[in-house]
């Protein structure tokens, strides 16, 4: 049901939260009722700052950040695209050079 998703999502993304600075996740991001994702960065406490790009492929990318304590950074989240060619190329456009100013 949707609650069930919403639940297992928010589970997965507290969790992400806790281990790590960046959370990269594939799939699970659409244009339909079926995308938990950006419900569970707002349950978190967190902003998604974008939901969707105007490209193809890769228009139901989405960027939040979501906090883990006030002494420490956001946590940034990037959902892209489960199609491999859409994730690749969203992941090269966005994530990339996330990564690349954290060096």
Same mark, same amino acid.
């Given at each position: ?40 960065? *707002? ?9 969707? *790009? ?34 690749? *190329? ?14």
């Amino acid at each position: 049901s949707g609650s069930s998703g919403i639940n297992a999502e928010y589970g997965g993304l507290r969790a992400a939260t806790s281990a790590a600075d960046i959370i990269i996740s594939t799939g699970g991001v659409s244009m339909g009722e079926t995308d938990h994702v950006k419900d569970s960065i *707002v349950k978190l406490g967190g902003k998604v700052h974008f939901g969707r *790009v105007f490209m193809k492929p890769g228009k139901p990318t989405t960027f939040g950040t979501m906090p883990h304590n006030p002494h420490e950074p956001s946590r940034l989240f990037f959902g892209l695209p489960g199609n491999p060619v859409s994730a690749m *190329v969203t992941y090269k456009l966005f994530v990339l050079p996330s990564l690349q100013t954290w060096e």
